[in-house]
């Protein structure tokens, strides 16, 4: 069964500042995505993750794929507060039906003046 | 394009009444999804469609749940009778063909509904 494992659930970050999340998946995926979620909102997609070694920036985020590792980072660069929401990964679950994406249950960051 | 179209928006009703939640997908888009988020439970996959046929509907929580797809552009999740456990935010989705899903998905504003 394919389990993702975001970290850390919460941050708390000052604007200028620095930081990654991570996102661990247990089985054999070459799909992940990024998605924001503002509060009462909807999921808007930020990065589609296709391949090993896959890297997509846009703005001062940057997303990176490790599949040997099962792991990709969602790097932030200097945030403003603008970036606060709820960052979720997903990743596309090979086994079963395959169209089953697997989401982490989200980092939610707040960027502070 | 107008994007992924959910509604309500927002649906409040007593436990026991039926509820229907509506989608209507990007046009040509072939593949459909239902997800439910809540906190205990993040978000979750009901159930899938591709090209207007049920895939997999093992994420169906009960027998109280239904999903159809009549036509390319139209979507229902049914809920009779709803209880309050049944209170989330329920997400619409779709895809384009393509290999594996190279695209993505993207998810419609979604439906609050409260059972009280």
């Known amino acids: 069964e394919l389990k993702v494992e975001q970290n850390p659930l919460f941050l708390s970050m000052q604007e200028g500042k620095n930081y990654t999340i991570y996102c661990n998946y247990s089985?054999?995926?070459?799909?992940l995505y990024w998605y924001r979620q503002d509060p009462g909102k909807s999921l808007e997609s930020l990065f589609v993750?296709?391949?090993?070694?896959a890297v997509k920036q846009e703005g001062r985020l940057m997303a990176s794929l490790d599949t040997k590792a099962r792991l990709s980072t969602l790097h932030i660069t200097a945030a403003v507060h603008d970036l606060s929401a709820t960052y979720f990964c997903?990743?596309?679950?090979?086994?079963?039906?395959?169209?089953?994406?697997?989401f982490g249950k989200g980092t939610k960051l707040s960027v502070k003046p | 394009d107008a994007g992924v179209i959910q509604s309500p928006r927002h649906e409040v009703t007593e436990m026991g009444q039926e509820v229907t939640l509506r989608c209507k997908p990007i046009?040509?888009?072939?593949?459909l999804f239902w997800y439910r988020q809540t906190m205990m439970r993040g978000l979750e996959l009901l159930i899938y469609f591709n090209n207007n046929v049920p895939i997999d509907d093992s994420g169906m929580p009960e027998d109280r749940f239904s999903a159809k797809m009549p036509n390319a552009s139209f979507s229902t999740l049914k809920i009779q009778p709803s209880e309050p456990r049944d209170s989330a935010v329920y997400f619409c989705?779709?895809?384009?063909?393509?290999?594996?899903?190279?695209?993505?998905?993207?998810f419609g504003s979604g439906t609050r509904l409260t059972v009280v």
């Open positions: 989705a779709s895809s384009p063909r393509g290999p594996t899903f190279i695209y993505g998905y993207t």
């Open positions: 993750l296709l391949s090993n070694g």
């Open positions: 997903a990743v596309l679950n090979y086994g079963g039906s395959q169209g089953n994406l697997i």
């Open positions: 046009s040509g888009h072939d593949y």
């Open positions: 089985t054999t995926s070459d799909r």
